[in-house]
């Protein structure tokens, strides 16, 4: 008999034997410079995994029999070994979906994408029109990602995705993205906006307000198609719980492999205090999944804290840990988003110097030239 979907996720909490699935920044390099960028990226480093490395780590995934990969960055086409990353990670049985602002998406691009086995494409839009995408991601960014669109229509592609992070400027325009993403017969993905990276410095004039929250939380609840990531499960306070986990996963299913293979436990707490190791120390990704301190003691049993005499927590779980973290709030204290308002009250008592630094990053971009190389 099937577990409980309960009593799965408490199971889920006590971590696995393997990710269900894990997020791998290939590069840091990207040709955009959007101003919520969780990992501040722009420059490539230099101590980047090497092709043969980022190959041992996939034949690591296969071994644990991982999934699928989410690979993003930057942005990941920049990386001149990308297409012979993702050939070989489809020949070693680990599906791929990769995120891209479409840039170098072109017409023979999207018809090799097409023709690949286990490849799904994201496109990163921030906004239903060029105005306000284009206020985030930089000029001329919308068209590039519409050219990459109708490049994958064209290519007979098949259901692509259309990834949205969720602000204060496009909270407005949930329905175009929907009837965009139906005009490609596309799926639409939103996910939520962190205080991470450059995103900590426009979080608190970007992040919905609270009525804007309960419009996203009923639009979603009419709307189970609609691919969240669990992005939201802070919003299930709100009443029915929306699909997925609910569950803050960092370190138990999910994971982050940064580009110089340092190990974190969610791709939205790039910080040291959340390194669990590297892929390039003895035992690989392996040994930092399976024994690594930090992701032993996320795995135990949680305490609500502060949340503890609310009755929804059981629903949200705290909220999430990234968004806490770098709002300077403590990892057993309400989110700073709580739907009930207890997150509002508690970064009223925050002083600016207690929020954690989100570090210097790679935001200076790469130039067209750098990217042929």
């Not at 086995?117 to 206020?135: F, H, K, L, P, R």
Request: contains cysteine.
């Amino acid at each position: 008999m099937p577990a409980s979907p309960g009593r799965l996720v408490e199971q889920l909490k006590g971590g696995l034997d393997a990710p269900i699935c894990l997020t791998w920044e290939i590069t840091y390099g990207c040709n955009l410079a959007c101003v919520h960028c969780l990992s501040s990226s722009g420059r490539r480093d230099p101590a980047e995994l090497s092709t043969a490395e980022a190959m041992a780590v996939i034949d690591e995934l296969h071994d644990l029999q991982v999934f699928y990969v989410n690979i993003g960055g930057g942005e990941p086409t920049i990386r001149p070994d990308f297409y012979e990353l993702i050939d070989y990670s489809v020949q070693r049985g680990v599906g791929v979906k990769f995120s891209t602002n479409g840039s170098t998406i072109n017409a023979s691009r999207a018809a090799r994408l097409a023709g690949s086995d286990y490849v799904d494409v994201q496109i990163s839009i921030d906004g239903a029109d060029a105005e306000t995408n284009d206020a985030v991601r930089g000029r001329g960014s919308f068209a590039a990602a519409r050219k990459a669109m109708d490049h994958l229509a064209s290519a007979g592609f098949g259901p692509f995705k259309i990834s949205v992070v969720v602000t204060r400027q496009n909270a407005g325009q949930l329905d175009a993205f929907e009837e965009l993403a139906s005009s490609y017969g596309a799926q639409l993905r939103l996910t939520r906006l962190r205080p991470s990276g450059r995103g900590a410095d426009v979080w608190h004039e970007m992040h919905p307000t609270a009525e804007q929250q309960v419009d996203l939380y009923r639009w979603l609840v009419e709307r189970p198609g609609v691919l969240t990531g669990d992005s939201f499960f802070h919003l299930s306070a709100l009443g029915e719980s929306l699909p997925g986990l609910n569950l803050c996963g960092a370190g138990r299913v999910v994971c982050l492999i940064d580009p110089v293979g340092d190990v974190y436990a969610c791709p939205f707490v790039l910080h040291p205090e959340f390194k669990a190791g590297s892929v390039r120390a003895p035992g690989g990704f392996t040994d930092v999944w399976r024994n690594s301190p930090l992701f032993v003691d996320l795995r135990q049993p949680a305490s609500p804290g502060a949340c503890a005499s609310c009755g929804s927590y059981d629903a949200c779980q705290g909220g999430c840990m990234a968004a806490k973290f770098f709002t300077g709030l403590p990892l057993d204290g309400p989110d700073p988003e709580c739907v009930k308002g207890h997150g509002e009250a508690a970064l009223a008592g925050v002083a600016a110097s207690g929020r954690p630094s989100p570090g210097p990053g790679h935001s200076v971009p790469v130039t067209l030239s750098a990217r042929r190389r």
